[in-house]
């Protein structure tokens, strides 16, 4: 079985410019979830998505970053300006959805560095 | 609100000995819990989960972890360390069945095996 898709692995951009990360699920995982983890914390929650409805973006920093995820499959999610302080490894995780089927797979992440 | 407090940033133990890594959780609901494990430059790899059957929990690659509601712990062990141990792991919690799945992570330990 496939695992969680990420692209692009690694990202260097200045500051001011935006930068958009892609995620595609394991096949048939009905709930999405992107995190951020900054260098030596752990990862914290963005965004949650439940097929293609957002469940969960409280923590997410509307004013810059969005997300999407269009007929509930691939998620995309964008940083528009980027900050110094973004920088830091962008995981995407998904669930099965299904009550008991608890276990979030995660991806490899895209690593961003703004300069 | 559910939260994770790993104790000790920073592990070291010989090959062949014993592993401990602490973890403390703080919720105000029945929690599930899980310890994944972070290879560099890799996304999260699930050991082992708590799901309120088995208080013992036996994972991948030899580890184990124990649920201890009077002490509010879920330390993770393993009774010989390998050099492929070396790794980053994260304790993690979320609300129990029907919570929403929204992981909480603690800040990680990292665990080093020196021969």
């Known amino acids: 079985e496939a695992g969680v898709a990420q692209s692009p692995r690694y990202k260097i951009i200045e500051k001011r410019q935006s930068v958009a990360f892609w995620c595609n699920p394991i096949s048939g995982h009905a709930t999405l979830y992107w995190y951020q983890q900054i260098l030596g914390q752990g990862p914290k929650l963005l965004i949650q998505?439940?097929?293609?409805?957002?469940?969960?973006d409280s923590q997410l920093p509307k004013d810059r970053f969005s997300a999407e995820r269009l007929k509930g499959v691939d998620s995309t999610l964008k940083i528009q300006p980027a900050k110094l302080e973004d920088s830091a490894v962008y995981l995407c995780?998904?669930?099965?959805?299904?009550?008991?089927?608890?276990?979030?797979?995660f991806g490899p992440g895209t690593r961003l560095l703004v300069l | 609100a559910q939260s994770v407090t790993q104790l000790g940033s920073h592990v070291s133990v010989s090959e062949g000995a014993l592993v401990l890594l602490r973890c403390n959780y703080s919720?105000?609901?029945?929690?599930?819990l899980f310890w994944y494990v972070q290879y560099p430059n890799q996304g999260l790899q699930l050991l082992l989960k708590y799901t309120s059957a088995a208080t013992l929990v036996k994972g991948i690659n030899g580890f184990e972890a124990e649920f201890k509601k009077s002490e509010t712990s879920f330390h993770l062990t393993k009774p010989s360390a390998h050099m492929s141990d070396a790794a980053e792991y994260f304790c993690a919690v979320t609300r129990g069945a029907g919570g929403g799945n929204k992981l909480t992570f603690g800040t990680g330990t990292q665990l080093k095996v020196e021969l």
């Open positions: 995780a998904s669930r099965e959805g299904a009550v008991g089927m608890e276990t979030q797979y």
């Open positions: 998505f439940q097929n293609n409805g957002v469940v969960d």
């Open positions: 919720s105000s609901v029945p929690p599930y």
